[in-house]
């Protein structure tokens, strides 16, 4: 490939450094076997970042300067895919064991990555899930239509068969100590994801028919997956869509999951707001080439929409002021007015409500979905953790991963915020490093982009 610098592989692109020039190359030389090797070397579920990534590495590409940029998403996904349909994906047993033990909270992504890495370089590993199943995100967040269950259950089987042991249906901090796992392990690595989401506190927001966008996911995937998941599930088992006018507060990748799975339960209408104004079909001055493009994008659940009922559900600049009584304690509607974004004196963006743009928004079901404010701190606090200004686990540094507690260490949401699979991939890769070392004075792990660094 002729990229000159490909930026691809940079910090505006792929957080974990994937060789895509490389791996693209071979794979237009037919070298499929190549190609995977390269790809593996700097991630270990490309399956998964394949089908659900938005793919910085895309918005970075060098082609994208002037016209598409090459589509390394579904290059990747092919890769791999063909790999696991060749039988080219066999358990890499460890043929050498320290002795050493780890324990992981949490299954999802970034959990997984750490364990995998861990296993990899001889240390007994032990992934706790407080779900039935594991996966976290990837098993109960994603919707089925995005991440079908069997890529992920695939993976995991592939793992256990590795040597590292999964125990479910254990929610650290209340079923388990968490202290007494720091004890009992040589040391533990907290990956339990950012899932305290943040609320709405106006007027009706005790009425029924109101809910977090994740109980709303969650459910719904339990229900897909069997009773034996919903028997497990604390929360209210099944929240449906169907026949009903939805509302999904909030514009990012969470909300566009609900208007989908929304569409596919049987809603009457569906409508979401974004407080944010509608993005530029281009990029701005301030929004050169390779940063992310900020600019408008219709996903999955807004083409579906539109193509179900002749339009785009979204309302952007609009603010939500009141959730609206039908007289029995349920929902019925909303109240919501327009909103103007301009530069104030020092620069900063100010928003401040259009007159006479006030109007009600008839709906049975609420989701909110407006990101999360970083972990449940019921494990922070049993092990006496610190938390950063965004209520995050706090590491040392931004490239260090362990806690001020002596042998605990955290990755992915947890300790970074809400943010990307590829991200949390990343994440506990580095963690496990960071563990190695810690353990065993060095490490052969490989940091970003597959380079293993004298320690």
Excluded at 10 to 20: E, F, Q, R, V, Y
Excluded at 228 to 233: N, R, V
Aim: charged share 20%; proline share 6%; net charge neutral.
């Amino acid at each position: 490939m002729d990229c000159g610098v490909p930026f691809c592989q940079t910090s505006h692109g792929c957080p974990l450094g994937n060789l895509i020039p490389k791996w693209n190359d071979l794979i237009y030389r037919a070298d499929w076997k190549q190609a995977l090797a390269h790809l593996l070397q700097t991630n270990n579920f490309p399956e998964f970042t394949g089908r659900v990534c938005p793919a910085p590495c895309e918005g970075a590409c060098v082609l994208g300067i002037s016209e598409p940029p090459v589509t390394i998403k579904n290059i990747e996904c092919a890769i791999i895919d063909h790999a696991f349909n060749s039988g080219w994906m066999q358990p890499d047993i460890p043929t050498n064991r320290n002795g050493k033990t780890v324990a992981v909270v949490g299954s999802g992504p970034a959990g997984l990555a750490c364990a995998h890495q861990l296993n990899k370089a001889g240390y007994l590993v032990t992934v706790f899930e407080r779900n039935d199943r594991v996966g976290g995100l990837l098993q109960y967040g994603i919707p089925t239509m995005k991440l079908g269950k069997d890529v992920v259950n695939r993976r995991v089987q592939l793992l256990a068969e590795e040597g590292i042991s999964f125990k479910c249906n254990v929610d650290v901090g209340k079923d388990i100590s968490a202290a007494d796992l720091a004890n009992e392990y040589n040391a533990l690595v907290l990956c339990m994801g950012a899932t305290w989401p943040r609320d709405l506190p106006l007027k009706g927001r005790q009425l029924s028919g109101i809910h977090f966008a994740m109980e709303f996911l969650e459910g719904w995937q339990k229900k897909q997956a069997g009773a034996g998941a919903l028997a497990h599930h604390t929360k209210t088992p099944h929240i449906s869509a169907k026949d009903k006018n939805v509302l999904v507060i909030g514009g990012g990748d969470t909300g566009c999951d609900c208007i989908a799975t929304s569409l596919r339960q049987g809603a009457r209408s569906i409508t979401t707001f974004e407080i944010l104004p509608e993005p530029k079909t281009t990029r701005g001055q301030d929004n050169p080439w390779p940063q992310w493009p900020r600019v408008f994008r219709v996903d999955y659940g807004h083409e579906e929409v539109k193509v179900k009922f002749g339009n785009d559900p979204r309302k952007f600049s609009t603010l939500t002021k009141e959730f609206l009584d039908d007289g029995e304690g349920n929902v019925c509607g909303v109240s919501a007015v327009e909103v103007e974004w301009t530069r104030g004196a020092g620069g900063r963006w100010e928003m401040k409500e259009l007159e006479g743009t006030s109007r009600v928004y008839k709906c049975e079901l609420v989701l909110l979905a407006m990101g999360f404010l970083g972990p449940e701190r019921y494990v922070a606090n049993q092990l006496e953790l610190p938390l950063d200004a965004r209520s995050n686990v706090e590491t040392a540094k931004s490239d260090i991963y362990k806690t001020p507690a002596k042998n605990v260490f955290a990755a992915g949401d947890c300790r970074r915020g809400q943010s990307l699979v590829v991200w949390a991939i990343s994440e506990g890769r580095q963690a496990a490093r960071s563990v190695d070392i810690y353990l065993s004075g060095k490490s052969a792990l490989p940091g970003p982009g597959g380079v293993i660094y004298a320690d």
